[in-house]
């Protein structure tokens, strides 16, 4: 959690500053307006700029603009004008200092791995010209930042057919925009792999055009292929770029491992004695709802609130090895024991378990964790109960992981 910036002496000075023009000002509903010059208030500006990147930060906020006027309005309880709050450079500034703050040296093994991953994007996109921007290639990148990259093409089918012929899982989203009168539709393809990926199209005629910054109103910073390709070179001289590529194509999201596994068991029935709710999936999905209420922070716990029951697409007989040989290399080892046990739980509840593996789990530091497992197990069996689908709930769990 980030704390938020100490501003009880700054409401103090507030409360005894004299009002500036507008302030007798009281509109319809009665509320009074309030207006106080940051720009020349140095310590009050520096508040706004730091809980600003606070809220961009934490993700409470996503846009420059509505995270300035959140702040301000903490800050002063009042309307403040919008060319009296910082610029978008200075907040980008401050969440940069949090991100060195919070993340240390691994921010920049991530970068560097994001841009081999934008590489090898960029490489299967070839055909469409494609052009990197923002963070990952400027380096301002924090914990959750995506990789952007521009393509062009006249048709959306031609980019979901590349997309499709690589197996990559991808989201279409299509927003209308209305910009100076005129409403413009931009796509977007929202890809899901170790980072996330969008990508942004435009028509070929705009190959060639300068999209400027919302951060500092000049031209974006972009890159081609062949200049991205150099800027790695140049970038990381002790490593190589092939190699490097290579391997970020080799490597394997596990949250898409997670995804094949969960998607067949929507047609895998159980008896109806012992699971009246339906088919595995809804099941675990009602599992993993329970846990997050309980352990909300806890990955590794969720995870095997969600996957416990993966093995019955693959063998019903003994589920629970079957699960573990195909979750291999993609969980940690505390997950794994407890779906390795889970089963046990239910010995424990049933007080039939033996003396002695009853004695081995009771020394295990995670016993207690083990019988909330199977509380969460047990209790997920109701009819018509609404749970999330398989993607949102994979995508909750990517961006705990990443937090």
Known sequence: MIPRPRVSALKGRLNNRPQCAGDSHRPADGFKKIRHSFMTDAKLRRAIIVESARLMYS??????????????????????KPSELPSNAEIRDEILRLANLFEGDSRFDRLREMRFEALRIMRMLENFRPKIIGSTFTGHIRQGSDIDIHIFSATAEAVEAR????????????????????ERIF?????????????????????????KSSI?????????????????KREYPDFDVESEVAAADNS???????????????????GRKHHPEGDVLYHLLQCYVLAVDELPYDEEFQLAALLHDVGKGID??????????????????????????????????????????????????DYETLLLL??????????????????????????????
């Open 59 to 80: 993700r409470s906020e996503t846009e420059y603009y509505r995270a300035k006027l959140k702040a301000a309005q903490r800050l002063c309880q009042g309307w403040v």
């Open 163 to 182: 997309l499709d012929a690589e197996g990559i899982d991808y989201l279409p989203e299509r927003k209308r925009v209305r910009k100076h009168g005129e």
């Open 187 to 211: 796509t977007h393809f929202h890809l899901k792999d170790r980072f996330p990926i969008e990508l942004t199209m435009y028509a070929p005629d705009k190959a060639t055009f300068h999209f």
């Open 216 to 232: 500092t109103g000049k031209a974006i910073e972009r890159a081609t292929l062949p200049e991205f390709e150099q800027f790695l």
């Open 252 to 270: 394997i999201d596990r949250f898409q491992v997670y995804r094949s596994l969960l998607l067949p068991l929507g047609g895998v029935a159980q």
């Open 316 to 365: 019903s007989q003994d589920h629970v090895n079957a699960g573990l040989e195909a979750l291999d290399g993609f969980i940690t080892e505390r997950t794994a024991w407890l779906i390795r046990h889970h089963m046990d739980a239910h010995l424990i509840r049933d007080r039939s378990i033996g003396f002695r593996l009853h004695q081995r789990l009771k020394e295990n530091e």
């Open 374 to 403: 199977n509380q969460c197990d047990r209790n997920s069996r109701q009819p018509g109960i609404r749970v999330p689908d398989v993607e949102d709930a994979l995508d909750e769990l990517r961006e705990l992981s990443q937090a």
